[in-house]
């Protein structure tokens, strides 16, 4: 588990009410299931309006990367490869051939694939930046949609405010009425304010930096296959692989 994700959450939105408490106001007088529809329902449309209905579905699947640190173990990989490496300096690059079906990583066993078969190092390094290229252009999409809807909530929570003002000037004969609907009415720019720096600009966040680290372990991937096809020492190899480390968070 991300232990910061999750105290984060509990410290932001336990702060909020604790000083909601403290000012003598209650937890009822937020919770607002028609202020809730507006919002939520709002900003759902709008970033429905904005990306593809695939990205939309694939952005919320992702979400819950953020209650989790990556499965990657980069220093795992490091050893992985640098064993590659003293195998195909033993036996020639050929006899990784048999390795191939037992390697987890889809990125890893496609670049050796590719040089078992002989691919030029050149050529295999075009290949599979092509293929980083691509995927990173399809995952820069994915915290898009959470900072788009940090961006709609907001302002949706402020159409929600207007109309229920709108509902409340029906009722100005009632001083007592008009002020319990003004409170009602600001409820839903709480929730759009709320769920913009709260859930979903933070989410998009911690997706960019998912993101980027899943990008360090296949460069750092990438970098180990060429270093093995041009024959380098396996210890100058992990020395290098270990430059990667220093952007990838280290489990102590």
Request: without cysteine; aromatic residues 6%; proline residues 4%.
């Amino acid at each position: 588990m991300d232990i910061g994700t999750i105290v984060g959450i509990i410290l932001a939105a336990g702060a909020i009410l604790f000083g909601l408490l403290l000012e003598g106001g209650k937890i009822g007088q937020i919770l607002q299931p028609t202020a809730a529809l507006i919002v939520f329902g709002g900003t759902m449309g709008a970033i429905l309006v904005q990306f593809p209905f695939r990205v939309v579905i694939n952005a919320f699947r992702s979400l819950i990367t953020i209650f989790f640190e990556s499965k990657n173990d980069p220093r795992g990989i490091i050893q992985e490869i640098v064993t590659i490496a003293h195998k195909a300096r033993k036996e020639g690059i050929v006899s990784l051939d048999s390795d191939l079906e037992n390697m987890t990583d889809p990125f890893l066993k496609r670049s050796l694939m590719l040089a078992v078969d002989g691919t030029e190092p050149t050529e295999l390094r075009k290949i599979m930046e092509l293929e980083m290229e691509k995927q990173g252009e399809y995952e820069e999409d994915i915290p898009k949609v959470f900072e788009s809807a940090g961006g709609f909530s907001p302002t949706i929570g402020i159409i929600g405010a207007i109309l229920g003002l709108i509902q409340v000037m029906q009722h100005l004969d009632n001083i007592d009425e008009v002020g319990r609907g003004i409170a009602v009415a600001f409820v839903a720019t709480v929730y759009g304010v709320g769920a913009a720096n709260l859930i979903l600009l933070p989410s998009a966040g911690k997706l960019k930096i998912r993101i980027r680290e899943a990008q360090i372990i296949h460069e750092m991937m990438l970098e180990g296959v060429i270093s093995i096809m041009e024959g380098m020492n396996p210890r100058m190899i992990e020395t290098k692989l270990f430059s990667f480390l220093a952007e990838v968070p280290k489990d102590e």
